[in-house]
């Protein structure tokens, strides 16, 4: 059984920054493409990056590229997300995602994905 924990999450004004760890169980760390989605109240959850199982393969958002940036450790069997000039429209719950065996363009979708963490709150003041 796969787990996701997410951790990193809290208050920081605009313009600062947060690094985002999820940590990986359960299974073969490097089987998996590992994305980050995100959730503001009322809103339905949104694709922020992704990273296949060796790194060789990355997808952003625009709403945050040249801001954040993923990266994973296979031997620490955790992936990050580095955020940077963080904007109040930033603020929302962030979620880990784990999708096995893939690597296309889907994976910019919620329903590609097998394994979801509980999720981790940023919330940016202006």
């Known amino acids: 059984q796969v787990q996701l924990v997410e951790s990193g999450g809290g208050l920081v004004q605009a313009g600062g920054s947060l690094r985002l760890s999820c940590a990986f169980s359960?299974?073969?760390?490097?089987?998996?493409?590992m994305g980050w989605f995100r959730q503001a109240p009322g809103e339905e959850r949104k694709f922020v990056s992704v990273?296949?199982?060796?790194?060789?393969?990355?997808y952003y958002a625009d709403s945050i590229k040249g801001r954040f940036t993923i990266s994973r450790d296979n031997g620490k069997r955790t992936v990050y997300l580095q955020m940077n000039s963080l904007k109040a429209e930033d603020t929302a719950v962030y979620y880990c995602?784990?999708?096995?065996?893939?690597?296309?363009?889907?994976?910019?979708?919620?329903?590609?994905?097998?394994?979801w963490g509980q999720g981790t709150q940023v919330t940016v003041s202006s």
């Open positions: 995602a784990a999708a096995a065996y893939y690597e296309g363009s889907d994976l910019k979708r919620v329903w590609r994905y097998d394994y």
């Open positions: 990273m296949n199982w060796n790194g060789g393969r990355t």
């Open positions: 359960g299974d073969t760390f490097s089987d998996y493409s």
